[in-house]
């Protein structure tokens, strides 16, 4: 190769990455504009605060509808008889999903021991 070749090849080479780069740019830039929309799209309004010297601040009540707790309180109810319910709300998220899954997945690939054949 002479040398006006070799440098014809990195340029060309060096083009390929800034334009790889570019694209990968543009399209994070996409995700991320799709994904805040949509989550914009999902947040309740915010309702304006109430003016005036003698109004109070009111606790909002963020659990779940009355007629769902209704539901659940009937459904276990009858299921399992008369118990008391504490408290319904998310559950938390934990690792262990997660850690049972990668322990699945990197498992999955040892080599196994076959007898006689080392």
Do not use: N
Not at 12 to 34: E, R
Not at 39 to 63: E, H, I, M, N, Y
């Amino acid at each position: 190769m002479t040398g006006a070749a070799t440098s014809d090849v990195v340029i060309a080479s060096l083009w390929m990455y800034g334009l790889a780069i570019i694209i990968s740019m543009a399209s994070a830039v996409v995700i991320w504009m799709i994904v805040h929309g949509i989550s914009a799209l999902q947040r309740p309004a915010a309702k304006p605060a109430a003016s005036g010297a003698g109004s109070a601040a009111v606790a909002q009540d963020t659990g779940p509808p009355a007629a769902h707790v209704a539901a659940i309180t009937a459904a276990i109810s009858a299921a399992v008889g008369s118990h008391r319910i504490v408290r319904i709300s998310e559950v938390g998220r934990s690792g262990a999903w997660s850690a049972e899954g990668k322990l699945i997945h990197q498992t999955s690939h040892a080599p196994q021991r076959r007898p006689g054949k080392y």
